[in-house]
């Protein structure tokens, strides 16, 4: 006997905080196709998230609204990675990095024609977005 539902909730249960639908921050996607790198920003106490979040967990509103992801960010930190998750494995080697852009944090990939030696904790960079060649879209961290 199968205990297996007609909807898949499991999620639900995952972490500290509630699980939000992720259709509800998908004009994520859309911005980025519209060249923009957005988070999403509480109307309600100002709060700013990345990745986007549709509830603001500091005053619980769910009144957001998009903001473009602008100027630079500082190098947090970085690493090169020889082997990858599943589905990422024909990337390798590529390097993950964190910036910090005061108010929030972006984590991704570095730009694939950024210098490893001219990589360094501290220095300005920007996130943008990339297109993929098999079409598919993300965002890139490059030199300021
Ligand atoms: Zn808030």
Redesign the pocket.
């Known amino acids: 006997m199968s205990d297996k539902k007609e909807v898949d909730d499991r999620f639900k249960k995952f972490g500290t905080v509630s699980f939000t639908s992720l259709t509800k921050t998908n004009d994520f996607i859309t911005n980025l196709e519209e060249a923009k790198v957005t988070g999403t920003k ?6 700013t998230f990345f990745p986007p979040r549709s509830d ?6 769910s ?2 609204e998009w903001f473009t992801v602008s100027g630079t960010g500082k190098l947090v930190t970085y690493s090169k990675l020889q082997y990858a998750p599943v589905g990422f494995e024909g990337d390798v080697p590529y390097s993950i990095a964190l910036l910090d852009y005061g108010a929030f944090k972006v984590f991704g990939r570095l730009a694939g024609d950024v210098p490893e030696e001219e990589v360094m904790v501290g220095m300005k960079m920007k996130a943008e977005p990339n297109r993929l060649p098999n079409g598919q879209i993300n965002y890139v961290f490059h030199k300021a």
């Not at 509480?42 to 709060?47: A, H």
């Open positions: 509480c109307r309600v106490c100002g709060m603001c967990y500091s005053c619980l509103s009144d957001m």
